[in-house]
C-alpha cells in the first residue's frame, strides 16, 4: 500500500507541476485576452484541487483549495467558450451565474452531507461544454481548434464526469487509492497533452485558438489549386448560393468540387474566417441590412426578411444579426 501511497504521489506532484505551468502561462497573457484568463483561472484552480484533495497530506483540508476546487468545473466551461467563441455572455454572465451557484450550494448543502449536489451541477457543466464542442464541430474552420475539440476538451469533460461519478459512487468515505491512482493517471497524461499542445509547437507562434483576433491573417499562401476553390466560391457566393436555407460545409463542398477539408482552409486562410455559420451569415445579414434600410420596403416584416435571406426562424436571425451589428434588425431599421 505504501508503495501505491508513493506513486499517486508522484503522479500528483507532476499534474501540480503542470497545471501550474498552464495557470501561469495562461495569466501571464491574462490582461490582454479573456480566453487566457479563463485558461490561467482553469490551471490554478486544478492545481488546488490536486493540492487539497491529497491523501493524507491535510487532516482537514483548507478552505481556499477547497473553493478553487468548487469552481474548476466553471473555470473550464469558462474556457471552453471562449476557445470556441461562444460570444462574452459567458464570462459576463455564464462565469459570475455558475461560479455564485457552485459556491452556494457548497457553503450551504456540503456541511450537511449533500456534496452530491455539487457533483451533479459539476456533471452538467462538463455535459454542457461536450454538447458545444460536437455541435459545433463540423462549423469550426480553425483546423487546430477541431482537434482540440477532441483531444482536449471533450477529454476533459468526460474525465471531469468520471471523476464525479467516482466520487458519487464512494462518498463519503472516499474512493479507494487505486482508483485515485488511476483518475491522477489519467488527468497527468491529459495534462502533458495539453502542455505539447501549448508548447510542442515547431513555430514560435502560439495556438491559433489562443489568437482573440476575430480574422486573423492567414498563415500560409494558398496553392494554386486553393486559389481556383476560391475563384469558385466567390462565385457561388455571388450568385447567391449563401441564401439556400440549411447550407452546410460539406454541400458547399460538393458543390464546388473540392474537398471538405480544403474549403475550410480557403475560407480560414483565404479569406479570414473561424467559422462557417459565421461566414455565410455575414452575407445574410449584409443582405437583410440593405432592405431593413429600404424605405419603399418598410412593409416587410422582419420574419419575412429572415426567411428571404435563408434563415429558418426568426430567432437565429436575431442572434446573427446582433452579433454582427452589435443590435436588433428592428433597431437597424428604426435607425435607418
Same mark, same amino acid.
Given at each position: 500500500?505504501?508503495?501505491?501511497?508513493?506513486?499517486?504521489?508522484?503522479?500528483?506532484?507532476?499534474?501540480?507541476?503542470?497545471?501550474?505551468?498552464?495557470?501561469?502561462?495562461?495569466?501571464?497573457?491574462?490582461?490582454?485576452?479573456?480566453?487566457?484568463?479563463?485558461?490561467?483561472?482553469?490551471?490554478?484552480?486544478?492545481?488546488?484541487?490536486?493540492?487539497?484533495?491529497?491523501?493524507?497530506?491535510?487532516?482537514?483540508?483548507?478552505?481556499?483549495?477547497?473553493?478553487?476546487?468548487?469552481?474548476?468545473?466553471?473555470?473550464?466551461?469558462?474556457?471552453?467558450?471562449?476557445?470556441?467563441?461562444?460570444?462574452?455572455?459567458?464570462?459576463?454572465?455564464?462565469?459570475?451565474?455558475?461560479?455564485?451557484?457552485?459556491?452556494?450550494?457548497?457553503?450551504?448543502?456540503?456541511?450537511?452531507?449533500?456534496?452530491?449536489?455539487?457533483?451533479?451541477?459539476?456533471?452538467?457543466?462538463?455535459?454542457?461544454?461536450?454538447?458545444?464542442?460536437?455541435?459545433?464541430?463540423?462549423?469550426?474552420?480553425?483546423?487546430?481548434?477541431?482537434?482540440?475539440?477532441?483531444?482536449?476538451? #471533450? =477529454?476533459?469533460?468526460?474525465?471531469?464526469?468520471?471523476?464525479? &461519478?467516482? %466520487?458519487?459512487?464512494? !462518498?463519503? /468515505?472516499? +474512493?479507494? *487509492?487505486?482508483?485515485?491512482?488511476?483518475?491522477?493517471?489519467?488527468?497527468?497524461?491529459?495534462?502533458?497533452?495539453?502542455?505539447?499542445?501549448?508548447?510542442?509547437?515547431?513555430?514560435?507562434?502560439?495556438?491559433?485558438?489562443?489568437?482573440?483576433?476575430?480574422?486573423?491573417?492567414?498563415?500560409?499562401?494558398?496553392?494554386?489549386?486553393?486559389?481556383?476553390?476560391?475563384?469558385?466560391?466567390?462565385?457561388?457566393?455571388?450568385?447567391?448560393?449563401?441564401?439556400?436555407?440549411?447550407?452546410?460545409?460539406?454541400?458547399?463542398?460538393?458543390?464546388?468540387?473540392?474537398?471538405?477539408?480544403?474549403?475550410?482552409?480557403?475560407?480560414?486562410?483565404?479569406?479570414?474566417?473561424?467559422?462557417?455559420?459565421?461566414?455565410?451569415?455575414?452575407?445574410?445579414?449584409?443582405?437583410?441590412?440593405? #432592405? =431593413?434600410?429600404?424605405?419603399?420596403?418598410?412593409?416587410?416584416? &422582419?420574419? %419575412?426578411?429572415?426567411? !428571404?435571406? /435563408?434563415? +429558418?426562424? *426568426?430567432?437565429?436571425?436575431?442572434?446573427?444579426?446582433?452579433?454582427?451589428?452589435?443590435?436588433?434588425?428592428?433597431?437597424?431599421?428604426?435607425?435607418?
Amino acid at each position: 500500500m505504501s508503495g501505491l501511497i508513493a506513486i499517486e504521489l508522484l503522479l500528483r506532484g507532476a499534474g501540480i507541476a503542470l497545471s501550474l505551468a498552464i495557470g501561469l502561462v495562461g495569466l501571464a497573457r491574462a490582461p490582454r485576452e479573456p480566453v487566457s484568463w479563463a485558461m490561467g483561472c482553469t490551471g490554478v484552480c486544478l492545481t488546488a484541487y490536486l493540492i487539497g484533495s491529497a491523501p493524507g497530506f491535510f487532516d482537514v483540508e483548507p478552505l481556499s483549495t477547497r473553493l478553487l476546487s468548487a469552481i474548476f468545473p466553471v473555470m473550464i466551461w469558462w474556457f471552453a467558450m471562449e476557445v470556441f467563441e461562444q460570444g462574452d455572455w459567458p464570462r459576463r454572465v455564464g462565469v459570475p451565474v455558475l461560479t455564485g451557484l457552485q459556491l452556494l450550494t457548497y457553503a450551504t448543502l456540503v456541511p450537511y452531507g449533500l456534496q452530491a449536489v455539487c457533483l451533479v451541477l459539476a456533471i452538467l457543466i462538463y455535459s454542457h461544454i461536450i454538447w458545444v464542442a460536437v455541435a459545433g464541430h463540423s462549423d469550426d474552420l480553425v483546423e487546430e481548434r477541431r482537434r482540440l475539440r477532441w483531444v482536449i476538451l #471533450v =477529454l476533459a469533460s468526460v474525465e471531469g464526469i468520471l471523476f464525479a &461519478v467516482v %466520487e458519487l459512487q464512494f !462518498a463519503p /468515505g472516499g +474512493a479507494p *487509492l487505486w482508483v485515485g491512482v488511476m483518475q491522477t493517471s489519467a488527468l497527468v497524461m491529459l495534462l502533458m497533452a495539453t502542455m505539447v499542445w501549448l508548447f510542442g509547437r515547431r513555430s514560435a507562434a502560439r495556438p491559433a485558438v489562443l489568437d482573440e483576433s476575430p480574422h486573423p491573417p492567414a498563415a500560409e499562401p494558398l496553392s494554386a489549386k486553393e486559389q481556383a476553390v476560391l475563384t469558385r466560391l466567390e462565385a457561388a457566393m455571388e450568385a447567391g448560393a449563401w441564401q439556400r436555407e440549411g447550407l452546410t460545409i460539406g454541400a458547399l463542398a460538393e458543390e464546388l468540387q473540392t474537398g471538405e477539408h480544403r474549403l475550410r482552409r480557403v475560407i480560414n486562410q483565404g479569406l479570414g474566417h473561424r467559422n462557417f455559420a459565421q461566414f455565410i451569415n455575414g452575407y445574410r445579414v449584409r443582405a437583410a441590412q440593405e #432592405v =431593413l434600410g429600404d424605405p419603399a420596403r418598410a412593409d416587410r416584416t &422582419v420574419l %419575412e426578411i429572415a426567411h !428571404a435571406v /435563408g434563415f +429558418a426562424s *426568426l430567432g437565429p436571425f436575431n442572434r446573427a444579426f446582433r452579433d454582427i451589428t452589435g443590435e436588433s434588425p428592428s433597431e437597424f431599421r428604426a435607425d435607418s
